[in-house]
């Protein structure tokens, strides 16, 4: 009987430099990545997630998340073996907590988790792609909190204030409202063109002038207040 293993060879060669190119893509990704068995034990990690967590790689394996990062556990816990036992993707997860690299600070991460399919297609584990977004979301806060502030102050100015974009009015404070008596949405946009007084279209041409332009503009122009008289 003659057998050539020629052909298995070159398989298994192909294999492992298969495992061994996913490897370095793992290790070198910029995002964290791991793999959890069916009990939610750490099979592999990259290092951007282990610089993360605060504690080495291999410190990792063989654990669960409850011994390594237990302040998340309860929050990735149903997670997980909703999409163990269903086999579904969930992306765009927000987790916050804390990790040993920072135990008193409050971070944030954007997850995706998607099954890992065993030798029977079945799924034998779970994977999951970790981005921390804390910085992100500190500024959206600050942001959101600048905007705030600007809106109090616009409002309690004694003049009317508007913001415009290519599509007309987009922004205006409270006394704006008052002056015409219409809620915001018949207002902006070019809602208030028909409350312009109708010898006054040069306003309009003025206006469209400086905002193609980038140049600032001043027009003295009649506008019919809420009670119906121009002003």
Do not use: C
Not at 63 to 75: C, H, M, R, S
Not at 95 to 114: H, L, Q
Not at 148 to 154: C, D, E, F, H, K
Not at 159 to 168: E, R
Request: aromatic share 12%; charged share 25%; hydrophobic share 35%.
């Amino acid at each position: 009987y003659y057998y050539d293993s020629t052909d298995l060879r070159r398989a298994e060669q192909e294999k492992e430099q298969v495992a061994t190119t996913l490897n370095r893509l793992i290790a070198s990704a910029p995002l964290g990545i791991v793999m959890f068995d069916s009990q939610m034990r750490y099979q592999h990690i990259n290092g951007p997630l282990a610089e993360m967590n605060g504690v080495p790689a291999e410190a990792h394996i063989g654990k669960t998340v409850a011994e390594v990062i237990p302040d998340l556990y309860e929050q990735v816990k149903p997670l997980f073996e909703r999409v163990l036992y269903s086999g579904e993707t969930v992306s765009d997860f927000i987790v916050e907590g804390e990790t040993p690299k920072a135990p008193s600070v409050k971070r944030v991460w954007r997850e995706s988790w998607f099954p890992v399919a065993g030798t029977d297609g079945k799924p034998s584990g779970v994977g999951v792609i970790v981005e921390e977004i804390t910085e992100q979301r500190r500024a959206e806060a600050s942001l959101q909190e600048a905007e705030a502030r600007l809106r109090t102050m616009a409002d309690n100015a004694p003049v009317l204030i508007w913001q415009t974009d290519a599509s007309g009015v987009t922004f205006v404070n409270r006394h704006y409202l008052d002056f015409f008596g219409l809620p915001n949405e018949m207002i902006t946009g070019m809602g208030w063109v028909n409350y312009l007084h109708p010898e006054d279209g040069g306003y309009l041409e003025a206006y469209r002038s400086a905002y193609a332009n980038k140049q600032r503009y001043e027009y003295h122009a009649r506008f019919r207040r809420h009670d119906g008289e121009y002003r």
